[in-house]
Structures are given as C-alpha cells and as structure tokens.
C-alpha cells in the first residue's frame, strides 16, 4: 500500500528492446512521411485561421485603417496607437476594473473551491453524486445562463433580490445590481464566481488525491495536529494544482468578454468595461481598426506570455 | 547553482556561460512576464502601466529564446 | 475532528457528516438558477414577474405552455372582435394565443438558429477530431522536430481573445466570403478545438503501449494500417471524451458568434438574449429557449465525468 509497484516496468523494457527501426523492414509510407501527412493539415488550419490573422493584425496595428471604410487611403502611423493606448488614462482605467474583476473572481474561486473540493474528499456517501450536480454549472454556456441572470438580478421581480431581501430585510426593490455603479462590479463577479468555482475545485480535488497517504501516516506517527499536517502537508502538495487553476481562471478572466457583455455590456456608464469590451467597442462599434488592432496585439502578448508560464505549471502538474 | 555539473548532458568543452543556462534564465523570464501583467494592471502609477507592456514583450522574447539553451 | 482509532486516512463520521451537510448545502443554492429557468419557462408570463415570486407548481401556479409556444412563433395582436371572426383555432398554441388577444402569424428563428448551433457544433467537432487524431498520433509517436513549440503553439492559439482574433478574422472572412455562413463557422471553431483535440488525444494515445502497433506491424500490417486497426479502436474512448468537449465549446461559444454571424449561420447563443416579447423580454420564452439550450450539456456533463478533470487541464490531469 506504501509504495505502487510499477506494473509497466516489463512493458518498458520490452518496448527499448524492440528495433525502433521496425517499419523500415515493412511495406508502406516511412514514419517521416507519416508523421508530416498527419500534422500538416491541423497546422495548416492553424496557420490560416490563426497565425495569418495575427500577422495581420500586427500588420494593422501600424496603420490608421478603419474596416468599414475599406477604400479610404491606409496611411502608416507607427507605434502612434501603441503610444495613445499605453498612455490613456481612461484604458488604464478599464485595465483596473478588469483587474478587480480577476482579482476577486479568483480570490473568491479559489477560497470556496479549495474549501469544497476540502470537503468533498472527506468521502461521505454519495459524495461523487454531489460532485456532479456542483460541476454542472460550468458546463453551461455563460452567455445564455449570463443572459437569464440578467432576470434573476431585476430590481422587483428578481429572484436574486427576493433571496437578498429575505435573509437581510432590504428592500428588494431598493438595489439594483446590474444598474448601480457600485454593485455592478459585484454582480459580474457573483456570477462568475458561481459558474467557475467548480472548476477550481475538481483541479483542488485532484491535488488533494495525488497525495499519497503514507505522508498523512507518517505524520501521525510523528504526532502532528490535524492542522499542522493541513498547513506542511496539504496545501504545500495541492499548491501546484492550485496554480494551475489560479493561471488558468486568470487568463480567461482578464480575456472575459460572452458572461460580462450579456450581463451588463460595460455599464452602467463603463464600471464593468472589462479589457475585452472596451476592445470590441472600438473594434466592431468604432470601426478604429488600426487602432483596435493595437490594443489586440497588446492583449495577445499579455496572454501569450501567461501562457507560457500556464504550460511551466501544466508540465510541473504533469511530473506529479 | 552556478557550477557547471560535470555529470550533466553538456558537452566537457561547452562555452555556455553557466548563468545564462535555461533554468534560472526562464525563471527571469517568468518574472519579467508576470511583472508586465502586473504593471498593467496595478492601479498606483501611469508610469508603470505604460511601460507594461514592453515588459512582458520583453518576457516573452527572452522566454522564447532561452527555451532553446541547453539545460 | 478528533483522533482516529482504525486509520489515520479515513475521517471520522462526525467529520463526513458536517463536510456533507456543508456540500449539499453548496450544491443546492448553486443549483437554486437552474432551477429557475426551468420553472420559469412553464410559467405564464404574468406569473414569471410575480411579487413574491411563485415557486411551487400546481400550487402556486398553474403550469403552462406559453413560454414554448412563445419561443417558437411569432404573434400579432388583434382585437377580439378579428378574433371572434376567425375560424375555431386548431387548439395548442394557436389557443394560448388568442386567450392573449394574439393570432400566431408564422414561426419563429428559434428553430432554424437552433439547427445552426446543430450543424456548427457537429461539423467542427467531426474535423476537429479527425485533424486532431492525426496529429496526437503524430506527435505521441514520431521524433518531430519543434515538438515541444509546435505544441504550444497550438496550445496557445487556444488561449487567445476571441474579440482580438475576431478583428482580422472577419476582414479576411469578408475578403473571401465566408461571413455569415456555416462554413466560415464551422473552419473558426475547429481552429479552436483543434488545439484542445490534439492536446488530449495526445495523452490518451501516450496510454496505448507502443507494443501493439509493433506486434501488428511485425505481423505484416503497414504503419497506417496498424494506426486504423490497432490503435483508433484502442483511442475510442479518448476519442468520444475528447469529440463532447469540442461540441460543448462549439454548442456554447458566443463572442465569435455575435460578432461573425448575424442570421443565415447564427447560432442560438446570441439569438436567445434577443428574444422579446410585447413590452421587454418575454421570460418565460427566454428560460423555455435557454433550457431547451442547456439540456443537452446536462446529459453529456453526467457521460463525462469520469473525463472531465482531463478536459479542463489540456490532459494533464489524468485521475
């Protein structure tokens, strides 16, 4: 039970001691053309659908082009969007409300989701059923479930307010979540953090589970307190499950665009205008191609340089 | 670690300056990406925002390239 | 929690018993929205807005079918006395709408943006699939040069905001014609589920050993033959795993989507939000099309389970 026998370790030595070179003897393509026939059409795919856009967009980024005046004289202006962009204090202020917003839906996601994921690995019965009732609402699609949370936020009629007014004795007509500049920022985390925190969590159980329980063992042999083998063994031994989640919801919320523009569209006035709004309101309201184009650059490399250290965290995640 | 290992994979007579092997310069790299995400989305100074951006850019070049320097 | 006396692993009952209470507690306040949109979309539309909200059926109201029919048709309103002069309705819809002084005058986009999502979401999980498998094989088997980079170049196009890929995508789009249509979509989110395809077919391919294609090789069969008949039925369950997670990104993506599409190839995520009724939203038509939606993902989320943790970690979480 203390330690896992390694069952493959015949298979392996069988496998290193089969010729590598075993299909040259017979018929057929040779591995090389194989491997290329096979890779070729997906990156094929990728290039024209995603590296060409982005060379493009780069490309763009340089010049004053505006998409709906396709036939306007495309004049080259250099690094002057990157330079308005980088210095308006306006789209400075739309980076802090995206970082508030990641900032808490993370925090929040990954308090309740260790928490959970804590609990569920007690292992009560029926504890798996649980489990898939819980992950259901990250499944969903955030823009139709965003959508009906709009009617779950309404003023009067909602049931989110009805709730609220219940346990606390507010008004439930007095506050309104999606319309008061001050609460909006809360309901887009709310809803966020209701539909993802069960992400969070099933990564937290599987790092709990990939602690073997010798170590809890020989812990309490050495008589340490349930606390103390919580803060020396437990957290150190999910932390980089725990990353992995944290990475990952960080990425996709700084990139957060379908749940936000459904629930409240960057209002009221522009409290909740994420990173990716304020980017698809010059782009496709504006028409500031070059500029938008900038801005998109900006957001690929933030993302791009995130997920470089995300694959580091996978491949350590991986070696467990 | 700074010495080279005589035991690892690099050949005896490598010229590769010991500092600039992939590990601690990936580590740089790392932070000089997560320092731009920070940078961008810090709400204390202009400045830093502004220069946000050539921070990762930076990161993410150097993470790029010492990704092919030997271990 | 007290000190155990069988082992140390096991939690005490006290212990199990409080860590379930809190778990179902959790779980069903989380479930408390889905709930709503089911019992909103059998709800009357006065119902739907009701103060305090009804929430027991038969009891607090009656169910009916308007959020559906609703959802699926489109009225007009007339005067009773039009009304009175049409023939006898043909009952079902055509009743709840005269009972609102309404007449149904046609269907609605409902179901053609529904057969859309359809279309989209199968089409670019079949290619993704079958570009993806090929690929994984590939890269599980054969020294590629630039593995670890072509990997996380595709790993990354993954990662990319969807508005900022979108801009250049519908200039190009637009060049070739490819705008508003199912193809065009169908091409953008296969590139999107490629990446994830690849990914996890990759570790699931890593887990069939090598020997058996050799075995099969040694007996005569060519490197592709052995890849047909050795190793995709030993991938099969890998392959559904990984083919429910590319329809579920498909059937749920929105940002590309509302801005790609704006009828003949949209999908029904950004139809839904635009449902309206006389006056506002039409709920109940809204929470009828959204659960309509959302059903099929509750029954592939339960095929999955076993899987789930593997699709959310690009397959390097394997338990």
């Known amino acids: 039970m203390n330690q896992m026998p390694s069952f493959d370790s015949i298979s392996t030595r069988a496998a290193a001691a089969t010729p590598v070179r075993i299909a040259a003897r017979v018929r057929g393509l040779s591995d090389t053309a194989i491997a290329w026939l096979f890779i070729t059409p997906t990156m094929l795919l990728l290039l024209a659908i995603n590296l060409f856009p982005l060379i493009w967009t780069i490309q763009l980024s340089f010049t004053n082009y505006r998409a709906n005046r396709p036939n306007a004289p495309v004049r080259n202006v250099g690094l002057e969007h990157y330079q308005t962009i980088l210095t308006d204090p306006d789209i400075w202020a739309r980076m802090q409300a995206t970082a508030h917003f990641v900032f808490w839906t993370i925090l929040l996601q990954t308090v309740i989701g260790f928490a959970l994921a804590y609990l569920i690995d007690r292992k009560f019965r029926g504890h798996g059923f649980w489990t898939t009732l819980i992950l259901i609402p990250m499944m969903l699609s955030p823009a139709v479930v965003g959508n009906f949370w709009t009617f779950l936020y309404q003023p009067q009629i909602g049931l989110f307010n009805y709730l609220v007014s219940f346990v606390s004795g507010v008004e439930p007509a007095s506050f309104q979540m999606l319309g008061d500049v001050s609460l909006s920022p809360w309901a887009i985390i709310i809803v966020d953090t209701w539909m993802w925190t069960p992400y969070v969590m099933l990564i937290c159980l599987a790092g709990l589970r990939s602690i073997p329980d010798y170590i809890y063992e020989a812990a309490e042999v050495d008589r340490a307190s ?6 020396s063994i437990t957290l150190p031994m999910c932390l980089p499950f725990i990353m992995l989640a944290v990475l990952f919801r960080g990425i996709e919320n700084f990139k957060m665009f379908d749940l936000v523009n459904l629930l409240t569209a960057g209002g009221p006035g522009s409290t909740t ?25 900006i957001m690929f490399v933030m993302i791009f340089g995130l997920a470089n250290i995300y694959v580091k965290a996978l491949n350590q995640v991986k070696a467990r | 670690m700074t010495t080279v290992n005589p035991n690892s994979s690099l050949p005896r007579r490598s010229r590769w300056p010991a500092a600039l092997r992939r590990r601690p310069m990936e580590a740089l790299a790392t932070v000089l990406i997560a320092a731009g995400v920070l940078m961008l989305l810090q709400p204390f100074a ?26 | 929690m007290s000190a155990n006396a069988h082992s140390v692993v096991e939690p005490s009952a006290g212990a199990k018993l409080a860590a379930s209470v809190l778990v179902i507690l959790y779980a069903c306040v989380a479930l408390i929205p889905l709930l709503w949109i089911g019992l909103t979309s059998i709800k009357s539309p006065p119902d739907s807005i009701a103060y305090p909200p009804k929430v027991v059926p038969f009891v607090h109201f009656t169910p009916t079918a308007e959020g559906f029919c609703n959802l699926f048709t ?39 943006r529904f057969v859309n999502s359809l279309i989209i979401a199968f089409g670019s999980t079949a290619l993704s699939i079958v570009l993806g498998t ?7 088997r054969f020294r590629v040069p630039l593995k670890d980079d072509l990997m996380f170049f595709i790993l990354s196009t993954r990662m990319m905001p969807p508005i900022a890929v979108a801009i250049p995508v519908f200039l190009m789009y637009r060049e070739l014609g490819l705008s508003d249509t199912r193809l065009g979509m169908i091409l953008l989110y296969t590139s999107v589920n490629v990446s994830l395809a690849v990914w996890l ?13 050799e075995a099969a090789m040694i007996d005569g069969y060519t490197r592709l033959q052995a890849f047909w008949k050795v190793v995709l039925p030993q991938a099969t369950t890998g392959i559904v795993a990984t083919a429910i997670f590319c329809l579920i990104f498909a059937w749920n993506e929105y940002a590309f989507a509302v801005l790609l599409t704006s009828g003949a190839a949209q999908t029904a995520p950004p139809f839904i939000p635009i449902i309206i009724g006389e006056g506002g939203q039409d709920w109940p038509a809204v929470a009828a099309g959204t659960a309509l939606f959302l059903l099929p993902i509750l029954v592939f989320t339960v095929l999955l389970r076993k899987h789930l943790l593997r699709g959310i970690t690009f397959g390097a979480v394997r338990k």
């Open chain 1, 273 to 297: 205008e994420l990173a990716s709004i304020t980017l698809k309101r010059a782009a496709f309201e504006a028409w500031r191609t070059g500029y938008s184009s900038a801005f998109a650059v």
């Open chain 3, 134 to 140: 090929a690929a994984a094989y590939a890269f599980s």
């Open chain 1, 226 to 231: 349930n606390w103390r083998q919580f803060v």
């Open chain 2, 46 to 71: 202009l400045v830093l925002y502004t220069y946000s951006f050539a921070t990762t850019l930076l990161g993410v070049a150097m993470f790029t390239l010492v990704s092919k320097f030997p271990e």
């Open chain 3, 74 to 112: 489109t009225r007009s309103r007339q005067t009773p006395d039009y009304i009175a002069g049409l023939p006898p309705s043909t009952g079902g819809c055509d009743e709840v709408a005269r009972s609102r002084n309404m007449v149904v005058v046609g269907a609605s986009n409902y179901v053609p």
């Open chain 3, 201 to 213: 077919l990759k570790g699931f391919i890593d887990e069939i050993p090598r020997e058996y294609e």
